[in-house]
Antibody, heavy 121, light 107 residues
Framework: EEQLVQSGGGLVQPGGSLRLSCAASGFTFGTSWMSWVRQAPGKGLEFVANMNQDGSQKYYLDSVKGRFTISRDNAKNSLYLQMNSLRAEDTAVYYC??????????????WGQGALVTVSA | DIQMTQSPSSLSASVGDRVTVTCRASQTISTFLSWYQQKPGKAPKLLIYAASGLRSGVASRFSGSGSGTDFSLTISSLQPEDFATYYCQQTYTTPYTFGQGTKLEIK
């Protein structure tokens, strides 16, 4: 079974830092694009970041550029999101997901279970 | 950025009804469109990929269609477990934007 299991998350003060982790199993992690998506409380989904197999291509949502860093360790089948200079508006459930695709499209599947990040004093 | 507009934002329907949700992109996205189902407190799940591909394991009552700018998700006969929020997403160009969601509720 293809699976992503997340860890990390929690309560952090504004300006603080947090690292999210995402462990993959059941598929070849090292050949997969990976992504982070977030969902603020009661709101819709927002694509945050993605990266290719070797980390040479990365994309960030404008509002997190310079503050968040997506990374991976293919030897550990793990994806990370380092979040610095956190703001109240970063409060959300963060999901990791594999970005799969073909010549006809790209899609997110599977998804991790989510990790709640709360930024508050 | 490409804007994705879903309609309706919410929908009340009964078990057995046929339901269609639409998604319009602000510019052409070919078939780079996927649909997700999300239940409260849970992660989204992929239903439809590349506009019309049915993910393995997803019930055949779900179907997707469209290309270019106009897309739709149809549930042919609603089942109790289908009451959830549905999102479309374009992955034609970054940022990979989502629609605002359609909440499907029991009438």
């Amino acid at each position: 079974e293809e699976q992503l299991v997340q860890s990390g998350g929690g309560l952090v003060q504004p300006g603080g830092s947090l690292r999210l982790s995402c462990a993959a199993s059941g598929f070849t992690f090292g050949t997969s694009w990976m992504s982070w998506v977030r969902q603020a409380p009661g709101k819709g989904l927002e694509f945050v970041a993605n990266m290719n197999q070797d980390g040479s291509q990365k994309y960030y949502l404008d509002s997190v550029k310079g503050r968040f860093t997506i990374s991976r360790d293919n030897a550990k089948n793990s994806l990370y999101l380092q979040m610095n200079s956190l703001r109240a508006e970063d409060t959300a459930v963060y999901y990791c997901a594999r970005l799969d695709g073909s010549s006809s499209g790209r899609w997110l599947d599977p998804w991790g279970q989510g990790a709640l990040v709360t930024v508050s004093a | 950025d490409i804007q994705m507009t879903q309609s309706p934002s919410s929908l009340s329907a009964s078990v057995g009804d046929r339901v269609t949700v639409t998604c319009r992109a602000s510019q052409t996205i070919s078939t780079f469109l996927s649909w997700y189902q999300q239940k409260p407190g849970k992660a989204p799940k992929l239903l439809i990929y590349a506009a019309s591909g049915l993910r393995s394991g997803v019930a055949s009552r779900f179907s997707g269609s469209g290309s270019g700018t106009d897309f739709s998700l149809t549930i042919s006969s609603l089942q109790p477990e289908d009451f959830a929020t549905y999102y479309c997403q374009q992955t034609y160009t970054t940022p990979y934007t989502f629609g605002q969601g359609t909440k499907l509720e029991i009438k």
